[in-house]
């Protein structure tokens, strides 16, 4: 799997958008975008995954760079339980046998009143 | 709920006991994954079930660690001989063929 680099921090203001970066510059073609997120003292939790085209649930959307070496998720409203580590993950297709998930160190999302 | 489940949620053990957790993934999901996630760094995968069949194992999973899952349903984790080392969360997950893995709340094992 392709590695991923995300910054270790950031804070963000309630109820303003948050948009979280990641690189994946090393991405294959049939290697796809996941983010999950971790609450405290919780498990992990699926966001939103992508593979070329933007993507948007009700958690989140997912904006990916046309040459696919970075993307960005987007919270657009944080609120006070958005705060967590979120999770930017490459991996192949979700039906490939096996395929764990390869977590890096993620990026500390702080969201304040 | 129909989560996820683990037990115990927490478990404190003497080092050189052995120790054993439960997984109940969701009704109907045949994989199931097994992670240890230590302090300040993201889980780490150790080992998957499709069905009853173990079909991968980390090197994390030294020969203290076995996992099971005998009827392809719940899923155990035993560590004998435990070290300090192995104090971290264990978490556990499961999917349905290769959909998004959904996790249990984990269970932390500190060893004294």
């Known amino acids: 799997d392709a590695k991923t680099t995300q910054p270790p921090s950031m804070d963000c203001a309630e109820g303003r958008a948050a948009n979280l970066p990641c690189n994946h510059s090393?991405?294959?073609?049939?290697?796809?975008v996941y983010w999950y997120r971790q609450i405290h003292s919780q498990g992990p939790q699926y966001i939103i995954h992508g593979l070329k085209n933007n993507e948007t649930n009700e958690m989140a959307s997912l904006i990916i760079t046309e040459d696919r070496k970075s993307s960005t998720l987007i919270l657009p409203h944080a609120t006070l339980r958005d705060t967590a580590v979120y999770y930017c993950i490459v991996r192949v297709s979700p039906k490939a046998a096996g395929n764990k998930l390869t977590f890096g160190g993620g990026t500390r999302v702080l969201v304040k009143p | 709920d129909t989560g996820v489940s683990q037990n115990p949620r927490h478990k404190i053990t003497k080092r050189g006991q052995n120790v054993t957790f439960r997984c109940d993934p969701i009704?109907?999901?045949?994989?199931l994954y097994w992670y240890r996630q230590t302090l300040g760094q993201g889980p780490e995968f150790l080992t998957y079930?499709?069905?009853?069949?173990?079909?991968?194992k980390s090197r994390l999973l030294s020969d203290r660690f076995s996992a099971e899952r005998p009827k392809g349903s719940f899923s155990t984790l035993e560590i004998q001989r435990t070290e300090q080392g192995d104090s971290a969360m264990y978490l556990c997950?499961?999917?349905?063929?290769?959909?998004?893995?959904?996790f249990g709340p984990g269970t932390r094992l500190t060893v004294t």
């Open positions: 009704s109907e999901h045949n994989r």
């Open positions: 090393t991405i294959s073609g049939n290697e796809y």
């Open positions: 997950a499961s999917s349905l063929a290769g959909d998004e893995q959904y």
């Open positions: 079930f499709q069905n009853e069949a173990q079909l991968e």
